[in-house]
């Protein structure tokens, strides 16, 4: 399905800088600093965006941000994806299903000429209301305990080796119910790290309701959005989630779980079972 020829691109490079103290002394460093690169994304021949992303697990990008975009429904939706790399920016072109194509292009003519919203082909701000995100179907919940968050939370700095070279990208997880790691995708936007996931869980075909996912960032309404929509009913979030987050996840019965530490956290949606452990929506 996939044909890949980014694999040149790597996502850090070495820079030099100048490290200073306040009281005047300074040295010469070379730091390693994650590469930031524009994502060239056609459905066919239509160009649909310019993503900003780090030039790694760019299928999984591709699946995910389809799916969380609404233009696709289901994997197999996707017929083809092409990656290439072209004058230090990846180009990724797919293939989609008919009906789907169709539909991604009546929806580019309701958005032309759109700008400042921050969430695209929406008609109007009543639209957010309407429009449910999960487009999968739901598995039951699994449960998952306080001590499984707590697991996942232990296990998340480990496994972000992008972030240990560079300290400047965001990580989205995938936890079983027991809390251990499954699946780490990091990015330099928090956003696309979800994305990355998403696509994974798709294309490893793993029910994200069999665990829940962890996001090194704030939890905002497109991360809400973005976990429901691939059918997640648990979001652990490291900082603070925003008021239409909350209340994004409450109409769509998903348990957030913000302000995250290794001592404890904040169930700002969903309800703490103490005496079995579990967190019920």
Known sequence: MTSDKSASLSPTMPTNARAFTYAGASQPITRTIPVETPVNILYGNQPFAVMMASPQDIEDFCVGFSLT????????????????????????????AADKMQRLLARSRNMMGRTGCGLC??????????DQAARVALDPAAPVSAAAISRALQQ????????????AVHAA???????????????VGRHNALDKLVGALLR??????????????????????????VGAHTLV???????????????????????????GAIAFT????????????
Do not use: W, Y
Not at 76 to 90: L, S
């Open 69 to 96: 975009e609404g233009i696709i429904d289901r994997l197999d939706d996707i017929r083809a994806i092409e990656i290439e790399t072209k004058d230090k920016a990846v180009l990724a072109r797919m293939s989609i």
């Open 121 to 130: 082909g929406i008609e109007d701000l009543a639209q957010l209301k309407r």
């Open 156 to 167: 998340l700095e480990a496994m972000q080796p992008l972030n240990a070279l560079t300290h």
């Open 173 to 187: 997880a995938f936890a079983d119910v027991a809390g251990d790691l499954v699946l780490v995708r990091e990015d």
């Open 204 to 229: 490893k075909e793993r029910s994200a309701a069999a665990g829940f996912v962890v996001i090194s960032s704030r939890a905002s309404f497109e991360m809400v959005e973005k976990a429901a929509a």
């Open 237 to 263: 979030a490291i900082s603070a989630p925003t008021s239409l987050a909350i209340e994004r996840a409450r109409d769509l019965a998903l348990t957030m779980i913000a302000v995250a530490r290794h001592d």
């Open 270 to 281: 969903g309800e703490l079972n103490i005496l079995t452990g579990g967190l019920a929506a």
